[in-house]
């Protein structure tokens, strides 16, 4: 008996030591999937690429199939009513917004949007990264609320003062992954293309200037 949990403890030693390493913690606990894309509109909307990854990874853990039961779909859980106004805000004409909502589950329109409503929620909270997730996750009109009622101010940055639990532990989440982010992939000689190809034919199609 001892051998066997001598046996067990051993490998998960050994485990953990090898999910300590870099290379394994990108492949399996902290990959970067769709990272032009997120690299390329978090440029262009000048929102930090690492938070935006993050917000991916907690929200729908890259699953481009992922719906919530208030009815939110995709990677960055986009609800189709807060789609519309960030494709008005753009400036897209309606039959762009239609088509843009009908497809909101696609990752290039998934992120776009995405990306482009933190960097709102951010430029909106002065950007306070604590605030801006807040309001990704409870609406804008709460964190407002909560500011107010408690006379937080623009600096606001004690996480455990949210009122909402599952508010509170979403901000955790993303903060933690944003540094793990940050750490595995901020040295990274990777240097995003340009544009991608799927991104450059969505472009095309929208008559975009990239």
Known sequence: MLKKILAICAVAVAVYFAMSVPAVQKKFLYPFPYRSTVEN???????????AVAVIKVE?????????QSGAVGLMQIMPETAAWIAYRLG??????????KHLREPETNIRYGTWYLSELE?????????ALAAYNAGRG?????????????N???????????????????????EKYSE???????????IALHELRF????????
């Open 156 to 178: 606001f940055s004690d996480v455990d003062k949210i009122p909402y639990a599952e508010t509170r532990d979403y901000v955790k989440r993303v903060l933690h992954c944003r």
């Open 60 to 68: 729908s853990d890259f699953r481009e199939a992922a719906s919530s």
């Open 142 to 154: 709460n964190v407002r609320d909560w500011m107010e009622k408690n006379h937080w101010s623009d």
């Open 184 to 194: 595995l992939y901020g040295k990274d000689s990777f240097i995003s293309a340009p």
């Open 92 to 101: 897209e004409a309606p039959d762009e917004i239609a088509d843009d909502i």
């Open 123 to 131: 430029e909106e909270f002065k950007g306070n990264d604590v605030l």
């Open 203 to 210: 472009a095309r199609l929208k008559n975009l200037s990239l």
């Open 41 to 51: 509109y978090s440029a262009r909307w000048h929102v930090d690429k690492f938070l």
